[in-house]
């Protein structure tokens, strides 16, 4: 749990190298986020549909649905969900193409712990001010 939270940030670490997800997920664990791993598009489309998060960390180039496509559906699913690809194939069009899907940011691998975590409470605090505002609207 980040200091400014009253609950820990939820994050969806999607990567097909499972390896680097299940590492990634201890490092935010030990960090104070409430981290889990999804090792596919499609599962992290079910995860999500199971279990809400506030962040997702999302690799682009993964076998079957790419992380373009996975954005595409959590787009559809929830799009208060904040989403930042992370990915170590990193082209300019790709990363317009998601900027444009409406991912959060485009960090490149690999990336420090520390940058990750930043971008990741920036991305939970963007996603908190547009929860806020909808509640008022209500």
């Known amino acids: 749990m980040r200091a400014t939270t009253l ?5 969806l670490v999607v990567d097909d190298e499972r390896d680097f ?3 990634l997920v201890t490092r935010l664990t030990r960090r ?3 981290a ?3 090792f596919s598009g499609p599962s992290a489309l079910v995860s999500l549909g199971h279990d809400p998060v506030d962040v997702v960390v999302l690799d682009l180039k993964m076998p079957g649905m790419d992380g373009l ?8 699913l929830d799009p208060d969900i904040r989403v930042l690809v992370l ?3 990193a082209t300019v069009s790709a990363g317009i193409d998601g900027m444009r899907l409406g991912a959060a940011d485009f960090l490149q691998k690999p990336v420090g712990i520390e ?3 930043t971008a990741i409470d920036a991305a ?3 996603g908190a001010g547009r929860t806020s505002e909808k509640e008022e609207k209500k």
């Open 7 to 11: 609950r820990p940030v939820r994050v």
């Open 36 to 38: 889990a791993a999804a």
């Open 115 to 117: 940058l990750l975590c």
């Open 87 to 89: 990915t170590g194939h």
């Open 69 to 76: 496509e996975v954005l595409r559906q959590i787009r559809h």
């Open 32 to 34: 104070g986020y409430s």
């Open 21 to 23: 997800a299940e590492a």
């Open 124 to 126: 939970a605090a963007r």
